[in-house]
């Protein structure tokens, strides 16, 4: 029986592109190269350069000159600016106060934020506008917060009134008088303020903690507690370390809330670094005040590097 014979099977071929798809191709390509995200960035990268780098590298420039607002002229100084600031023991004091205010914010905004978070985890409608509720200080203003503070921490004001009427008797302590405890009370203020955002920041946290685990140690018999300390706590390492850089490196450069309620006081005991930068640069001697920025700079820059790398360090650990 004769074997047919397959019939050669015949390989397709691609014709060559005609000049119109290559012509095609190529005004696309340029329409792409001409559409480009980038181009979009250019006006936030014109910005930044004109209100953000410029001033910076000026500022590194004008710190070592003798501007000031009582002549015209501007001659380099060198060291000057900053040997006279060591001098006087007045910017180691105000860099005192700064870390000090810093630590107590990054200190009280956590906890009372991871507090919250904690109290606020299970999403039923009274937690929720609960959260809401915490959430709306992050929105003020920071002057209004600090000014709506001043008025009820007055001797006068509605706190003492509501502890005096508890008491029955006149309550007259002056909150922010107090040359002891006013930079822990300003504290509090800012850290009221921006305990919503650390909440937020918590609840995201434990939120992304996979239930599988949680179930597993249900099962083995871990208490609510047990499970908290040791699950919990350890997988919220991201969250405490970007609470904790954001409140300290926030602190450092803060100023409206200690502008409105003790504008430094008293006796210059809440004076941090940009206030008196601020009262330097408003007496004319603009030198001075840019080297002070230039030494907070410098300070924010040598804490915040330090502080990132040793929490980052703890995650990989925990």
Request: hydrophobic share 55%; net charge positive.
């Amino acid at each position: 029986m004769p074997i047919a014979e397959k019939a050669p099977v015949l390989e397709r071929i691609t014709p060559p592109p005609t000049p119109r798809a290559n012509t095609k191709r190529s005004v696309a390509s340029t329409i792409n190269r001409r559409t480009h995200p980038m181009w979009f960035l250019a006006p936030a990268f014109a910005i930044l350069l004109v209100f953000f780098f410029l001033p910076t590298l000026f500022n590194f420039i004008y710190a070592f000159t003798d501007w000031s607002g009582f002549k015209s002229s501007i001659n380099p100084t060198g060291l000057d600016n900053f040997t006279q600031l060591a001098s006087d023991g007045t910017l180691f004091r105000a860099i005192r106060i700064t870390l000090v205010y810093a630590v107590l914010v990054a200190l009280f905004q956590n906890l009372f934020g991871f507090a919250l978070a904690v109290l606020l985890e299970r999403d039923n409608r009274v937690n929720r506008i609960a959260r809401i509720f915490f959430l709306i200080p992050v929105l003020m203003s920071a002057l209004a917060v600090g000014y709506i503070f001043q008025a009820l921490l007055k001797p006068e004001g509605s706190l003492n009134g509501l502890i005096g009427v508890v008491l029955g008797r006149t309550f007259d302590y002056a909150w922010l008088g107090d040359t002891t405890w006013t930079i822990v009370v300003v504290a509090l203020i800012h850290s009221w303020k921006w305990m919503g955002l650390s909440m937020l920041i918590y609840l995201a946290g434990l939120k992304t903690i996979p239930e599988d685990i949680l179930e597993a140690a249900r099962i083995d018999g871990a208490s609510r507690w047990r499970t908290f300390w040791g699950i919990k706590s350890p997988l919220l390492a991201p969250a405490v370390t970007f609470n904790v850089a954001t409140a300290l490196l926030g602190s450092m450069n803060g100023f409206d809330i200690v502008q409105a309620t003790t504008g430094g006081g008293p006796a210059r005991t809440t004076e941090i670094l940009n206030i008196f930068i601020y009262r330097t640069f408003g007496q004319g001697l603009f030198a001075q005040a840019t080297a002070m920025s230039l030494v907070l700079f410098l300070l924010v820059a040598l804490l915040a590097f330090p502080v990132i790398r040793t929490l980052r360090k703890r995650e990989e650990i925990l």
